[in-house]
């Protein structure tokens, strides 16, 4: 009995994700998070394609506007080899709120028994001096994408940001689904463009 008690108190403590959006074969969850008043979100989606172009979309920072939601510049900041890349990028945000910013770190970590490739997001809100009327946004995050069999990737996108400012969190929560589906679904559009298609990484070996 002790043990189901103990089992049954771990279950609750971890929330379970709730279901936001399930569309045009993306589903996008959301979940509370200890210590935010933020929602974390999670996107998954199964598109075919080659993983090695999905590593190159998010390592082609200079075009990450055609697919990154609200983006209004990029910029890269830093670039060991094809496993991390620091990257500036600037989003819009509705009036009267001020544009937010932030400096991302990707660290890229490839598993060849699991056939998946990890991508680590941190934000380093430090790295560089802060801009006036920009607010530096803080989080953390990671994209997961499985080789599946026919050429088939499995992908999920997760992220916990706070966006600073004087956004209030419930306006924010309410929208948690937006930036996950929008960007599921224009990264899925541009996997399939010709300048991506014969990209190879030598640290991905399958």
């Given at each position: 009995m002790l043990l189901i008690?103990?089992?049954?108190?771990?279950?609750a403590?971890?929330?379970?994700?709730?279901?936001?959006t399930d569309k045009e074969g993306i589903k996008v969850y959301s979940k509370t998070s200890e210590g935010s008043d933020f929602k974390s979100f999670k996107a998954q989606m199964t598109v075919k394609g080659s993983i090695h172009a999905f590593a190159a979309v998010l390592?082609?920072?200079?075009n990450m506007k055609d697919w990154g939601y609200s983006l209004k510049s990029t910029?890269?900041?830093e670039r060991k080899g094809d496993t991390l890349q620091i990257y500036y990028a600037e989003a819009t945000a509705p009036f009267p709120f001020e544009n937010r910013d932030g400096i991302y770190l990707n660290k890229f970590r490839w598993d060849n028994i699991g056939r998946q490739l990890r991508v680590e997001i941190e934000l380093l809100?430090?790295?560089?001096?802060?801009?006036?009327?920009?607010?530096?946004v803080k989080g953390k995050g990671y994209w997961n994408v499985k080789v599946l069999k026919n050429d088939?990737?499995?992908i999920t996108f997760s992220m916990l940001v706070d966006p600073g400012g004087?956004?209030?969190a419930w306006m924010v929560n309410i929208m948690v689904d937006t930036t996950p589906f929008s960007t599921m679904k224009e990264i899925r559009r541009v996997m399939a463009d010709k300048r991506y298609q014969s990209?190879?990484?030598g640290f991905i070996k399958m």
């Amino acid at each position: 009995m002790l043990l189901i008690a103990c089992n049954g108190m771990i279950a609750a403590a971890q929330e379970a994700w709730k279901l936001e959006t399930d569309k045009e074969g993306i589903k996008v969850y959301s979940k509370t998070s200890e210590g935010s008043d933020f929602k974390s979100f999670k996107a998954q989606m199964t598109v075919k394609g080659s993983i090695h172009a999905f590593a190159a979309v998010l390592q082609d920072i200079d075009n990450m506007k055609d697919w990154g939601y609200s983006l209004k510049s990029t910029k890269l900041l830093e670039r060991k080899g094809d496993t991390l890349q620091i990257y500036y990028a600037e989003a819009t945000a509705p009036f009267p709120f001020e544009n937010r910013d932030g400096i991302y770190l990707n660290k890229f970590r490839w598993d060849n028994i699991g056939r998946q490739l990890r991508v680590e997001i941190e934000l380093l809100p430090d790295y560089l001096k802060k801009k006036d009327k920009i607010v530096r946004v803080k989080g953390k995050g990671y994209w997961n994408v499985k080789v599946l069999k026919n050429d088939m990737l499995d992908i999920t996108f997760s992220m916990l940001v706070d966006p600073g400012g004087n956004i209030p969190a419930w306006m924010v929560n309410i929208m948690v689904d937006t930036t996950p589906f929008s960007t599921m679904k224009e990264i899925r559009r541009v996997m399939a463009d010709k300048r991506y298609q014969s990209r190879k990484f030598g640290f991905i070996k399958m």
